[in-house]
């Protein structure tokens, strides 16, 4: 048992001194669209379903913004990323009795991701994809009744790609495209009924990012 014991912990030195070869953390901010999407479901004993043109407003407070963090083995890399974007339903497309519609504090997503980049000498292009989870700020309101708060909604997937720039030995800026897609069943309070919509995201984002 203790010589199982020895091989365990020297395992995991092992792999810590991998694992930290090289970590990275970023935040970064840009554009964030959304296409139209079809809402369903009761609201105060009404059907709905009415298909909405989103919209991000990435510079409206709270502004659109996302961070996350990679441990690089080599060039591929592991971590954990979280974007807090935002979904407006215009006042001329809401369903009737509906006076607000919105994911803005926000459309939060949460995701395990894995990375790739092919270093070159001035720069390195990366592809970045992750599968996680939504948990947006559900601010809804119908024939007055409000639903105001944080709710996990489902599950949430991301693609993107970009290319980093290096302006010093432990920081560089980047420039990506990133794509979501994130579902999203709501609850409203005080059973006033329940809705559902899967949301696009499409962004080009810039950022900063630190290396230890």
Do not use: C
Not at 149 to 154: E, M, V
Not at 192 to 202: F, K, R
């Amino acid at each position: 048992m203790k010589n199982k014991i020895l091989t365990i912990v020297g395992l995991l030195l092992l792999f810590n001194s991998y694992s930290y070869a090289e970590n990275e953390i970023s935040l970064y901010s840009g554009i964030q669209t959304l296409p139209h999407a079809t809402i369903t479901g009761t609201a105060d004993g009404s059907s709905v379903d009415e298909t909405i043109g989103w919209k991000g407003k990435s510079f409206t407070t709270p502004p659109y913004y996302g961070f996350r963090y990679i441990n690089w083995i080599n060039d591929g890399g592991f971590g954990i990323e979280f974007t807090h974007a935002k979904a407006y339903a215009p006042t001329n497309e809401m369903p009737t009795g509906f006076t607000r519609l919105e994911f803005t504090d926000g459309l939060n997503l949460i995701t395990a991701n894995y990375h790739r980049r092919w270093k070159q000498e001035s720069y390195s292009p990366f592809i970045t994809a992750g599968l996680g989870f939504a948990v947006p700020h559900v601010d809804i309101t119908v024939n007055n009744k409000k639903t105001y708060g944080y709710q996990l909604t489902g599950a949430a997937a991301r693609v993107g790609g970009g290319i980093t720039y290096p302006i010093s030995k432990n920081y560089d800026i980047y420039g990506e495209y990133q794509f979501t897609y994130s579902m999203h069943d709501v609850e409203l309070d005080n059973s006033v009924g329940d809705l559902a919509v899967n949301l696009i995201t499409n962004a080009l984002n810039v950022g900063v990012s630190r290396k230890f």
